[in-house]
């Protein structure tokens, strides 16, 4: 059982900084913020929950089905992760590429502590074993200083990024990929290259807090498992189920921003009307509505909206909406695993489409365009899909951050390369300035 305190203020996003301050004494850490960006189907402004009473963590073998077993036994709110690997629980595939960051594949919690900040209110949401100390925690909260960083963080100029390949070999890599579409193996497929640092010590917590300044992401997470870290700024949903309704909210298109007003709304609207940026999304479309035909009750898939381009602090995305319905009996784990991996971050047909990512790609994606988020206790969830994220293994003093793009027959490896240099921008500035 759980015991709810509100608390109501005039004023709530000061607070954003505290609580994930104070957030850092615990083991396990879960932090969502929608970054107030108010969408259609938001149920918070943001949410944190730490401390474990119970978890679960496995690598992909059985890896749904254990969740699944988890989920049901526990009936109450979990958090955590699926990586991009559990791919190979989902079908016979594998993943044999460098894995620099390893974190476990799957992992979620039963957090002892949740708080959530909706419009004026703060929200504290406690099991019964520590709901005493609610007003404590609310004390340290309201009267925390700001972050001052870790002292033994190393200075800007120590950090080296250096690329798991260069322009020739992904060039190269991309003519591959597109010598597969020609011979009709894949119609599309997100080809992914990993940046790296090692021997590295950064203050996750505060490389968070800058990214999230310059990117404000509706899907923005910071998750801390022990010694590793995943500071996120993602635009994008995978898949949210409220109530009989699912709502996945792919991304493809992307194009840069311009600080001249004028200038920037021809590169929005030069998005919207880019023929192969489309096509890209339609395909992913398409394959998004498959996958949620596996769980859904016929007739219900639909496109709420098509190709519409949102505007973000780093760039112009276009985004669409599809939405289902799914039998009140239907578990949510297994509408997840229906699904999984999210179509944006593989290709059509999905499973070939994977088969050639893994023989192509340099590294192991992981946790990258994998997904974080929640269950509720009414078998609810939400979770995002985990790009524009840098991932750091503390204890190995290694940090990584990938991007991808889609390639289909319409793609030329120099447009690729630029997306992913254009992607990879915030990222790397929050690691060079810090």
């Known amino acids: ?139 340290t909260i309201i009267k925390s200083p700001p972050n001052t960083g870790d002292k033994t963080q190393s200075s800007a100029k120590d950090i080296h990024i250096k690329m798991r390949i260069f322009k020739d070999e992904y060039f190269s890599k991309v003519t591959k990929m597109l010598d597969h579409i020609k011979h009709g193996a894949i119609y599309e497929a997100n080809f992914c290259q990993e940046f790296y640092a090692e021997n590295y010590t950064m203050d996750p917590l505060k490389v968070y807090q800058k990214l999230n300044e310059i990117s404000k992401a509706p899907f923005a997470t910071f998750l801390k498992l022990d010694d590793k870290f995943l500071l996120c700024a993602s635009p994008e949903r995978y898949l949210k189920k409220m109530g009989s309704k699912l709502i996945s909210q792919p991304i493809k298109g992307t194009a840069k921003r311009a600080s001249n007003k004028e200038e920037d709304d021809k590169l929005k609207e030069r998005l919207a009307q880019d023929e192969k940026e489309r096509a890209e999304n339609i395909m992913i479309v398409d394959l998004v509505r498959n996958d949620l035909s596996k769980s859904a009750i ?96 503390k204890s190995k003093k290694y940090i990584s951050f990938s991007v991808g793009s889609a390639i289909t027959a319409k793609a030329t490896p120099e447009n690729e390369y630029q997306e992913c240099l254009l992607k990879a921008k915030a990222m790397r500035q929050v690691l060079e300035d810090n």
């Open 298 to 393: 016929k007739g219900t898939v639909a496109v709420e909206e098509l190709c519409k381009v949102y505007t973000f602090d780093q760039v112009h995305q276009m985004i669409s909406t599809v939405i289902a319905h799914v039998a009140a009996d239907k578990n949510p784990v297994t509408i997840i695993k229906d699904s999984f991996p999210m179509g944006s971050m593989t290709g059509a047909p999905k499973v070939s489409a994977m088969k050639i990512i893994e023989t192509l790609e340099s590294f192991k994606r992981g946790l990258y365009s994998g997904a974080v988020g929640y269950f509720s206790p009414e078998g609810d969830f939400d979770f995002n899909v985990i790009i524009r994220s840098i991932l750091y293994n």
């Open 1 to 139: 059982m759980r015991k709810k305190v509100t608390y109501t203020f005039e004023d709530l996003p000061f607070l954003k900084d505290s609580i994930l301050q104070w957030a850092q004494q615990y083991y396990e850490v879960v932090w969502l913020d929608s970054n107030a960006h108010k969408q259609k189907y938001d149920s918070f402004d943001a949410l944190i929950a730490v401390d474990a009473l119970t978890s679960i963590k496995t690598d992909h073998k059985n890896a749904f089905d254990d969740l699944k077993t988890y989920q049901e036994q526990t009936k109450d709110w979990i958090f955590g992760y699926l990586t991009y690997d559990l791919k190979n629980d989902v079908e016979k595939l594998e993943s044999a590429n460098l894995d620099g960051v390893e974190f476990p594949e799957l992992y979620f919690f039963q957090p002892k502590k949740i708080i959530k900040i909706k419009g004026n209110c703060l929200e504290f949401d406690y099991l019964n074993m520590v709901d005493d100390e609610i007003e404590e925690d609310y004390q």
